[in-house]
């Protein structure tokens, strides 16, 4: 028999999470945090379970991100910001390095750590990412960011019971 985790909503009972905002276009990373406080608790997790963490801009997320995880006081995180294109191609930089750096992390410390930052050509593009037409990309963050850490769960206890039993 074929056995699967993880097809449904995960079950985020229990978990602790830090979401890092971005201050750079808070007009938007506001929304994206509230979709990420909305679906956490959505999903189960204690509003006393949920901290947040401002931070300057996008490229800080991934060095906030790091110290997070170096606590091991989370079960999952999610780091969300905007960046808006410019006349310059600093957006580019911008946003290639926190992505590497948000995956870095997550690779690092075996911890979910979703990447919320929206990419953008312009404010109107931003502006249906954080709740608009296109949804809520914070709120996708953290339901990315719990889905992995329940399925981590399962899979840690798996190997706790396989522990136990040898």
Known sequence: M???????????RGLRVAII???FNDQITRKLRDGAIETATK???????IEVYW????FELPLVAQRLAETGDYDAIAALGCVIKGDTPHDVYVA???ARGIMDVS??????VAFGVITTLNLAQAEARAGGEVGNKGSEAIYAA????????VIDDRESATEVAT
């Open 43 to 49: 999903l189960g997790v204690a509003e006393e379970d």
């Open 2 to 12: 074929v056995q699967t985790f993880g097809e449904s909503d995960p079950d985020a």
């Open 21 to 23: 905002v971005s201050m």
């Open 107 to 112: 690779r690092e410390y075996g911890l979910p």
């Open 55 to 58: 931070v300057p801009g996008a």
């Open 146 to 153: 719990l889905h992995a850490a329940a399925v981590l769960r």
């Open 96 to 98: 290639t390095e926190t």
